[in-house]
């Protein structure tokens, strides 16, 4: 799940119904994009206010993208250059569906240029995409990618 992609409510479904009190609040300003959600679109924690963390489902899931390159990066030696893009963003440059595929949904996002050879985290160089087909372009794509950036810089497999 942890690879899956949060999608952010539709603009304008943040309705309240008559019965719940004032007392207890049933949306929230995420402190990273802005926006007011409903609460049940922050994830629970205990030790935050209202229980609930500060920073929408959305959010953290495109932080926790951007932290999964730059660990990547560091693994394969490269420089991260990070421009940071939300999953909103992507859904308007390219549809909510597969880049790739007509039939796969926006599962995960691909970096254009892959992050081993020193693909960068930018709107740039990501699509959205469905599991197969991040997976095929691995072996199909990738993989001549990086055997030529091998050779082109006599790295070692
Ligand atoms: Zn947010
Ligand atoms: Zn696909």
Not at 28 to 39: E, M, N, P
Request: with cysteine; net charge positive.
């Amino acid at each position: 799940m942890s690879e899956g992609v949060t999608r952010p409510a539709a603009n304008g479904t943040d309705h309240q119904t008559a019965s719940e009190t004032n007392s207890e609040p049933t949306a929230r300003k995420c402190v990273s994009c802005g926006q007011v959600k409903r609460l049940n679109e922050f994830a629970k924690d205990r030790s935050k206010h209202q229980g609930r963390r500060r920073t929408c489902a959305a959010c953290r899931a495109d932080d926790d993208r951007e932290r999964d390159y730059i660990r990547r990066c560091h693994k394969y030696g490269h420089s991260p250059v990070v421009e940071p893009f939300t999953t909103q963003q992507l859904i308007e440059r390219y549809g909510d569906r597969c880049f790739y595929c007509p039939t796969g949904n926006f599962e995960c996002i691909d970096h254009l240029v892959c992050v081993r050879v020193g693909g960068h985290h930018t709107l740039d160089n990501v699509v959205p995409c469905c599991r197969d087909c991040n997976q095929r372009k691995r072996w199909e794509v990738d993989e001549v990618w990086i055997r030529a950036y091998r050779l082109l810089f006599e790295v070692a497999p």
